[in-house]
């Protein structure tokens, strides 16, 4: 599992994953994506183009993210899951609670308003 995160010019934080969000992958990224996601209140895109599997302790990466950027008056949006990754995420309600979007581009549009 691959962490990268950058910010783009308008001050939003772009997290790019991939790989499988699993026990393994989810250890293997938890430190990096926990000071890009939870430390300062943002504006956060996690794009999960390149993720090919998500499990349950995935989910729960994602969910504790979006709690602490609500709590710290961020927002924090997934883009473009895969279908099977995206299907996970409706299964489990995750998108009732954290926003998902098509792409980066929708992303960026949706943390402007």
């Known amino acids: 599992m691959q962490c990268e995160s950058f910010t783009l010019l308008d001050d939003i934080v772009q997290v790019r ?12 990224i938890n430190d990096k994506f ?3 996601t939870k430390e ?3 504006k956060i895109i996690i794009d999960l183009s ?8 995935g989910i729960r ?12 008056g961020g927002k924090l949006v997934l883009a473009a899951p895969r279908p099977a990754v995206r299907k996970v995420i409706e299964a489990a309600g995750i998108d009732q609670l954290i926003g998902v979007v098509a792409d980066v581009e929708s992303a960026r549009a949706s943390l402007k308003e």
């Open 40 to 42: 300062r209140a943002a």
């Open 17 to 28: 994953l991939s790989g499988r969000l699993d026990l393994e992958g989810t250890q293997a």
């Open 61 to 72: 990466l994602l969910l504790t993210s979006a709690r602490a950027q609500a709590n710290h």
């Open 34 to 36: 926990n000071v890009a």
């Open 50 to 57: 390149e993720v090919s599997f998500l499990a349950s302790v």
